[in-house]
């Protein structure tokens, strides 16, 4: 079992947590519906009985995503940049643990994958439940001209990772459909930025999985740490490495409509393929022909874990509002 460092110090210590608000699903229907019905032609959202989401193409670790669901936000981007502080890591296992949850708690998101483990910084979509580990990575290639994904048989992040936890369980979910973007937002950012104009400081959380069914979306895939500092958005751009990658394409995704003082990131989005892609999600890039399929979970909590002390929104990689 792989010993955390950052972890000695009782982690419950470094755990800060709010209640979210908790809006009707009937209601979050028309809220999310109408969002999307200004970026995309063709909407769908409706509540349905979660499928099994363990079976191909969403292939996660746990049937459901029901079950106590509640968002987690771990480390973050300032201990990426400027420079990265390599002692930043944590096991997901037992943070969730530390946060009261189910140590068998289904645990999906988006974060950097620990390079004390694989060697190197990497994208990290992290999949897993009680003995089940379905947690892939994407990293640049020995040549450095392309990408690869791998499968990643640990628990173990690094500096940063946002994270849906839950039981696993079936239950309600929201089904999300939307084709043919009209508009300029991604498929996250405008239900984000909708939920936020609804909802205002009432802070409304959710975490899910969605397909991209056709067309094409832009990712980024880090590189390995940066020797020099990283100060400001444009040096991250230079630093990143950016992909067009095809459909179809599996999207482990966390939003927030509003930081309720945490200093949290309020939406992140990695995906995976079995084609081999995989990286952070930014937008699809062919708009008439894009399809996105998602099933959502509305969260009750948010936990923040190790917030660093010196923040800044270099990096943040959020479309600005």
Known sequence: ???????????????????????????????????????????????VECPNLSEMPWDLAASGLCGRPCLIDIG???????????????????????????SKSLVIGAGAGSSHFVGVNCELMPNFADKVNKTKLARISETGD???????????????ANLL??????????????K????????????RKTLGDRYGDNPVGLGGVFQILSGKAKLHVMPDFSEKPINSDEEVNNWL?????????????????????????????HCFSSLGNGGHYHYDTAADEVEYEGYFV???EVYRVDRPGK???????VQKD
């Open 76 to 102: 973050g981007v300032p201990y990426l940049f400027p420079l990265p502080k390599l002692e930043k890591k944590y096991n997901m296992a037992e943070v969730v643990r530390a946060c009261g949850l189910d």
């Open 1 to 47: 079992h792989e010993e955390c460092d950052s972890l000695k110090m009782a982690v419950e210590n470094l755990i800060e947590s709010r209640q979210l608000f908790q809006p009707n699903l009937d209601e979050l229907v028309s809220v999310i519906e109408i969002g999307l019905q200004r970026n995309f032609s063709d909407v769908q959202v409706s509540i």
């Open 241 to 269: 490495r950016f992909f067009e990658m095809e459909a179809p394409l599996t999207c482990l995704s966390v939003f927030i409509s509003k930081d309720p003082g945490l200093e949290l990131r309020v939406e992140h989005t």
């Open 146 to 160: 392309t990408y690869q994904l791998d499968s990643y048989a640990s628990t173990t992040c690094g500096p940063l």
């Open 311 to 317: 923040s800044h929104s270099i990096g943040n990689m």
């Open 298 to 300: 509305l969260a009750e």
């Open 165 to 178: 936890a839950s039981e696993g369980k079936p239950g309600k979910v929201l089904r999300i459909i939307a």
């Open 180 to 191: 043919r973007r009209i508009g300029e937002e991604n498929f996250v950012t405008c239900m």
